[in-house]
Each structure stands twice: as structure tokens, then as C-alpha cells.
């Protein structure tokens, strides 16, 4: 197999979790094939550059590997290499992240009259 579809590709190398969400981020050009916006019916191959963004985390990957199916991590580890200032930036935010915490991360759902108070004081 030379060539598959990009979303079907996607979902295999894990880079999201089912294949209607791979869909829908190729879709909305949150996955960029050689610096081009593309549909997900379009074939990725080999030597190809993707850059995918899943809201959480954004790779810039080279697909060394093709596959339709998705398979354990260890295989779909074999189907992309990602660059080396992919890598910088995914380490220099998560330095960030780690450095620094939205105060609104850790709360979940509508704030109570606590978290309110906790945010004004945090911000003043």
C-alpha cells in the first residue's frame, strides 16, 4: 500500500482519538499537508509534511509509513517522525504550562462564589 487517505492516516498514527474528529479538524484546516489546506479524502504518502493541530497539541510530522488501521502506540510511533522544532516548541510550552497555570484551568463548570473570589483576588 503506496497511499491512503489522510483522515483514515491520521486516526491511525493516533493523533486523534476516532476518525469522524480527524474528519472534522481536516475539515475546519487544523491539518495542513505540505503547508496546504486539503479534504479528508486526500492521499497522504510517504515523505509527506503534515501539520496537525488537535486543539491540545500541534505536530509538524514527516509520514514515514502508511497504514489504514489503527494498531497499538508502538506501531503508530513507526508511521510519522516528528521534526526537531516540533519538538522544541511542544517542550517550550510545555515548560510553560508547567511554569505557569490558568488560574481558570482547574475550575470546571460554572465557577462558584469561592472560585469567583479566589479569581478576582488572583487578578488584582
Not at 476516532?18 to 515523505?47: C, M
Not at 500541534?58 to 516528528?82: H, N, P, Q
Amino acid at each position: 500500500m503506496d497511499t491512503t487517505r489522510i483522515d483514515k492516516w491520521c486516526w491511525a498514527a493516533r493523533f486523534f482519538k476516532t476518525r469522524s474528529l480527524a474528519t472534522d479538524a481536516i475539515d475546519r484546516g487544523r491539518v495542513k499537508l505540505n503547508g496546504e489546506r486539503t479534504k479528508p479524502s486526500h492521499s497522504v504518502k510517504a515523505g509527506d509534511r503534515l501539520e496537525i493541530d488537535n486543539g491540545a497539541t500541534e505536530w509538524e510530522v514527516l509520514v514515514t509509513g502508511i497504514a489504514d488501521k489503527r494498531g497499538s502506540a508502538a506501531i503508530a510511533a513507526t508511521l510519522y517522525s516528528e521534526t526537531e522544532d516540533s519538538v522544541r516548541r511542544r517542550e517550550a510550552e510545555a515548560e510553560r504550562h508547567r511554569l505557569f497555570r490558568e488560574p481558570s484551568a482547574e475550575i470546571k463548570g460554572r465557577p462558584t462564589k469561592r472560585d469567583r473570589r479566589l479569581l478576582d483576588r488572583s487578578s488584582s
